[in-house]
């Protein structure tokens, strides 16, 4: 199977720049530390869930992404 690169790129485009955001809002604006409070003081859970957070909607618009042919 052929991946198409118009599929990748738009993924690549979407994931950089949704990183871009979550890393300005978790830096910035509400802090590693509430976060990892929030996710119950657990620096580990507090990793996962930004990269589920970061991840998933990246897959979403790869499979959301049409192919041209």
Avoid: H, N, Q
């Avoid at 802090?31 to 996710?39: D, L, N």
Wanted: hydrophobic share 60%; charged share 20%; aromatic share 14%.
């Amino acid at each position: 199977m052929k991946l198409a690169k118009r599929k990748l790129k738009f993924t690549a485009i979407f994931g950089l720049c949704w990183i871009a955001v979550l890393v300005l809002l978790v830096d910035g604006v509400v802090g590693f530390e509430r976060v990892k409070e929030w996710c119950g003081g657990s620096w580990a859970a507090a990793e996962t869930v930004l990269w589920v957070a970061v991840l998933l909607p990246t897959v979403v618009v790869y499979f959301l992404t049409k192919d041209t042919k």
